[in-house]
C-alpha cells in the first residue's frame, strides 16, 4: 500500500535599503538582534550578486564567489591596510594637522621656559607679547588637534564601513549550507560580528592613525629638545622606553586573549537574543518567560565576567604606563642637583620638565594605542573570518547565461548527502520533466522534497549525477542566469520591511522596480484586494518581516514576487496548513493560475494541490516513486482526505 506523505519547509524574504524613490525604509538593522537576511531566498532570485562595489580586499579575491582561505593576509593588520591606504587624502590631511599642533608644542617649550627670564630682562610689555603668543600658539594647537581627529576618525570610520560592506558582500556568497548547515556560526553571531565588533575596529583604526605619525613627531619634537639641553638627562630618561615597552607587549598579548574571550561571549549572547526575540511567541505559549529569563542571566553573567576581566586588563597597561611617571620625576630630581651644580642654565630648567611630560604624554598613548590594537585584533580576524572560505558550490569561469529556458529538467543518477557520514538524502534518483509540466512531490518528513529543489538551484551540488536544464548541465550556466529562471514561493514566507511594491518586485530592488508588472503579479495571485484595503495601497509598509500581514496574506505576496519574475520554472513549497478556508482558496486559484505557463515543481501539502499536478512523485529514503492520481481520489472521485488510503499528504 501506498503512503502519501506530507510536505514542508520555509522561504523568507529580506529587503535591502536603497534610495529607489519609491523605498521609505528603513534601515539597515544596527543592532545585532536583527536577524541576517534569509540567505535562501536571496540566492534563489539573483544569484547572490553582491551589491557592492569592487574594492580594495575584491582584489584579494581572484574572482566573485571564489574567495579562498589561503588568500587572506595573516597579520589583522595587513587585512586592514587596504582599507586604510584608501582614506590617504584624509589620513595625510589629519597628519598635517598633527604636524602643526607638534611645531606649536616645539615653539611652546622653550617660550615658556624663557619666560621667567623675560620679565626681569625687558619688563612687563615685552612679557605680555611673549603671552600673547604662547596663547595664539596654543589655540592653533588646539584647533589642529581637533581638526587631526576629526579627520582621522572619519578616516578611521570610512575604512571601516568599506570593510563592513566588504565582508557582507563575501558572506552573501557564502555557501548555504554555512547558513543552515550544523558548522555554520549562529546569524546573531554574525549581526554582532559585522555591528559592534567591527566598532572595535573602527577604534583601533583611529589609535593606529592618531598615535602613529602624531605621537612619532611629538616623541621627536621633545626629544630633540631634551638632547639640545641636556644630553646626559636624556640619557637616564630614555633608559626607562625598553624596560616599559617590554612590559606593554607582554601585558597586551595576554590583553588579545582576554580581548577574543569577550567578544565571543559578547556575540553568544547576541546570538542568543537574536533567537529567543524571534520566538516570543513560542516562548509565551510554553510559558518559557522564566527559563528563557535565566538562560539570558546565563549568557548575561558569563559576558559579565569576561568584560570585567578585559576592563580590568585594559586599565592595566596605561597604568603601568604611568610608571614613567614617576621615572619622570626621579629624572627631576636629578636635574635639580645638575641644575644646582651649575652644569646647565637653571632657566632651560622649565624647558626641560615640559619637555620630559610632554614626552610620556605620547608614549603613555602609544601604550593605549597598543592596547586597542591587542583588542582590536581579534575582531578583525573575527570580522575577516566570515569571508574565508572555500566554496562549495563554484561557478565555472566558462559558464555562460542562458536568455531564456523552455523548462526541460532531468536528475540523471543524482545522490546527494550533506555531510560525508550522513546517508545519502537522494540516492542515484532519476527524473525527467517536460517543459509546461507540473510534478508533485509528496513524501515523510524530511524524505529530500526541498532538497530536491536546493539541489536544482544550485544552492548545494550533488556528490555525483547531472542536473540538466533543456539538456545543458546546470554547472555550465552562470548561477546568476540559472536563478533567474527558477521563481520560488516557498512556505514559510518571511517579508521584510519595506513596501508592497519593493517586496513583490524584489529581483529588481538594486534597480527600477516595474509597477506594471507588480499590479499584474498582484491581480494573478489575488493579492490585489487586500492590497487595496492597506493604508497606502502598493507603497504601504509592511513592518519588520511583514508582521501588518495574515499568513494568507503573505502566501499572495511571495506567489506575486515569483509571477514577477517572469521566470519559466517555478518551485512552489505549498503552505496552507495555517490558512483558513477563504484564504486558502484564494492561495489555490493563485496557485492555478502559476501552473499554466510554468514548468512547476511543488511540495503538496494537501490533496488538492496534489491533483493539480500532472505527475505526482513519492520522496521517500532517497528514491522516487511515481504515485497514481487515483491514490489521492476517494471512490466517488473526489479528492480523499488526508491521511486516507495510508497516505499522508
Ligand atoms: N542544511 C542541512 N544540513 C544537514 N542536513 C540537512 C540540511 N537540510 C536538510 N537536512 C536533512 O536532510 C534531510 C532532508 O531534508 P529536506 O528538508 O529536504 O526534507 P523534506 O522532505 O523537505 O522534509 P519536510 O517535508 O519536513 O520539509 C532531512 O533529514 C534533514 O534533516
Redesign the pocket.
Known sequence: MLRLV????AASLPLFPTDHPRRRFPAIPSSPCLALPPLPLVRALDGGSSPCRPSAFAALSSRRGSVNCELLPSSPLQLIAPYVEAEWELILKGWLCSAVSVYCLARFVPKMGQLSSVMGRYGPERLLVEVMKLASLGVIRSVACYLQQAYLWEAALRAVCKIRVDVFGKLVHRDL?FF???GGIPTGEVAHRITAEAKDVADTVFALLNTSLPNALQLMAMATQMVVISPVLSFISALVIPLMSLVVAHLGERLRKISQEAQSSAARLSAYLNEVLQSMLVVKANNAELSETSRFQKFAYDDLTKLLKKRRAKVFVPEIVKVIHIGGTLLLCAAAVLASRGLFDSSYMVSFIISVALLVDPIEGMGKAFNELKQGEPAIERLFNLTNFRPQVIEKPNAVDRDSVAGDIKFCDVTFR??ETTRP?LDRLNLHIRPGETVAFV?P???????LTKLLLRLYDPQSGQILLDDEDIKGIRLRSLRGHIGLVSQDVALFSGTVAENIGYKDLMGEINMELVEKAARTANAVEFIRNLPDGYDTDLGQKGSVLSGGQRQRLAIARALYQESSILILDEATSALDSRSEGLVRQSLESLTANHTVLV?AHRVETVLMADRIFL?DGGQLEEVSRSAFLSRDGKPAPPMANGLIV
Open positions: 506530507a510536505v514542508s519547509p549550507g543552515e548547515g550544523r550533506y555531510e538524502v513524501g518528513s524530511g524524505g529530500g522534497k526541498t532538497t511540495i520522496l
